[in-house]
């Protein structure tokens, strides 16, 4: 009994650093999965795969204090690695949304918004479907998989406590965030060339002949130009969105790997 007493600091400690991907991942932090779930799953992972890290050496409490004032911090430090793995592996999802969301906006979409349970809030149709898409790609590549790995062979180079938020943390965030955001322009961009081409037409149809209704014969004609490129992209689309949830997934292991 004793024994089992003395694993439970260092077990406690391995399933608050799984909880943390249960706050932003992909799959394990949706809206859709209750929040009682979460933290079962969290305690039922993270209890699992702490024989395994244990038997590794890999989880170990020697030079920590775990008292109760001490096990805050940690307690806190731990959820924070799990946090930055989900919320990196996050981003290519909520760049394929800010894609579709920006493409919806200027084909006129964006009085068509519905509430999107994955993330709890708003969405347009557009970003919706691109989600999704990227949901299932991010499924496909076993990417719900590699954030769990990912976690696990963290402990191998952060151990318990020994997580140190510095410019290197900062540094791999921002640089990810930058990335997505770069992909979100990437997925738009043909639409929204396309609609500025159509906007100059429609302006210069507007001069040539003053009794067309513009307004009528522009909107309609936006959507269907919009949908068009749109179709006509979806491979292009599916190419930089599976590219991306790979190169996000491969940083987050090097950043595992040399924190």
Request: aromatic share 8%; hydrophobic share 65%; glycine share 10%.
């Amino acid at each position: 009994m004793n024994a089992l007493v003395a694993h439970l600091p260092a077990a406690m400690l391995v399933v608050f650093r799984v909880g943390g991907l249960m706050i932003f991942a992909p799959v394990f932090g949706s809206n859709v999965v209750p929040l009682r779930v979460r933290i079962l799953l969290a305690f039922v992972i993270g209890l699992a795969i702490y024989p395994l890290l244990h038997g590794l050496g890999a989880v170990t409490t020697e030079g920590l204090r775990l008292d109760l004032f001490a096990l805050a911090p940690l307690v806190a430090l731990e959820i924070l690695v799990g946090l930055v793995i989900g919320l990196v592996a996050s981003l290519p999802l909520v760049a394929m949304q800010m894609g579709g969301l920006l493409m919806g906006q200027q084909m006129g979409l964006g009085f068509a918004t519905f509430y999107n349970p994955a993330v709890g809030e708003d969405a347009d149709v557009l970003g919706q479907l691109l989600f999704f898409l990227a949901l299932v790609g991010f499924l496909v590549v076993s990417g719900h998989e590699a954030i769990m790995t990912a976690v696990m062979n963290s402990f191998g180079h952060v151990p318990l406590g020994g997580f140190v938020i510095d410019a290197g943390l900062v540094s791999f965030v921002t640089g990810m965030m930058l990335a997505a955001f770069e992909v979100a322009i990437r997925v738009a961009a043909p639409v929204l060339a396309i609609i500025f081409l159509q906007s100059i037409a429609m302006g210069f149809v507007s001069r040539t002949v003053p009794q067309l209704n513009i307004l009528s014969l522009g909107f309609p004609l936006r959507i269907l130009v919009g949908f068009a490129v749109l179709i006509a992209g979806l491979a292009v689309i599916e190419e930089v969105g599976m590219q991306a949830i790979d190169d996000t997934l491969h940083a987050i292991m090097n950043w595992v790997q040399v924190t």
